[in-house]
């Protein structure tokens, strides 16, 4: 079925550890993205990539990283993570149409 | 400036009552606009795009270009229409969407 998955839904992590989030999307989208977003507030564009080996920064400033080396992953790598960085990361991506399709999620705390 | 501004953060009706979500953008070429509605638990998605002109869930939007709004109207509200409300701009040759910081709406029993 298409569709646009992120995992880990919920992470607990220790201050200073390596994370990845990833995404992975089953609808042959080019375009994908990171947003930001704490519960019930705005989003905020973190990333995006507008196909294979192609990445950007968005909007909000953000130490974590991205690649796209197959259209259809997207993952989210944060080298040190802090508490500042806890928040819920949206994975979203978008074909020819326009409409963008998210994913559920991935709830970030650090301790 | 591109700008998608909604003006309630928090919009409180009670069921059956009319409702009118506010979306004003900021835009010098031609918009195409959206309306995403979250709902506890689940995930952000497409409830309406302006150019496809359609009732979805019993909500309308229509882009009001002389007042520059896509405000989001629904004539009586139902408790599962409680959710987090943005509104989307789509700008740019990249179509990069513009976001509301959203609306919260409570439709109270």
């Known amino acids: 079925e298409a569709d646009i998955y992120q995992t880990p839904r919920y992470l607990v992590i220790g201050t200073g550890k390596k994370i990845t989030l990833e995404c992975s999307q089953t609808?042959?989208?080019?375009?994908m993205y990171w947003y930001q977003q704490d519960p019930g507030m705005e989003l905020h564009l973190i990333h995006y990539?507008?196909?294979?080996?192609?990445?950007e920064k968005g909007d909000l400033s953000s130490e974590s990283t991205v690649s796209r080396i197959r259209t259809e992953h997207f993952p989210l790598t944060l080298e040190s993570a802090r508490p500042s960085h806890t928040s819920q990361y949206l994975c979203?991506?978008?074909?020819?149409?326009?409409?963008?399709?998210f994913g559920e999620g991935s709830r970030l705390t650090v301790l | 400036a591109q700008r998608v501004t909604q003006p309630e953060k928090l919009l409180s009706v009670f069921k059956g009552a009319p409702v009118e979500l506010k979306c004003n953008y900021s835009?010098?070429?031609?918009?195409?606009l959206f309306w995403y509605v979250q709902y506890s638990r689940q995930r952000l998605q497409l409830l309406l795009r302006?150019?496809?002109?359609?009732s979805i869930k019993g909500f309308t939007a229509d882009l009001n270009k002389g007042e520059t709004s896509f405000h989001l109207k629904k004539p009586f509200a139902q408790e599962e229409d409680s959710a987090m409300y943005y509104c989307?701009?789509?700008?740019?040759?990249?179509?990069?969407?513009?976001w509301g910081l959203g609306t919260s709406l409570a439709v109270n029993p």
């Open positions: 990539s507008y196909g294979v080996n192609s990445t």
């Open positions: 302006h150019i496809s002109r359609e």
């Open positions: 609808m042959g989208h080019d375009k």
């Open positions: 835009y010098s070429g031609s918009p195409e």
């Open positions: 989307a701009l789509s700008a740019g040759n990249n179509r990069k969407l513009i």
């Open positions: 979203a991506s978008t074909g020819g149409t326009g409409e963008l399709f």
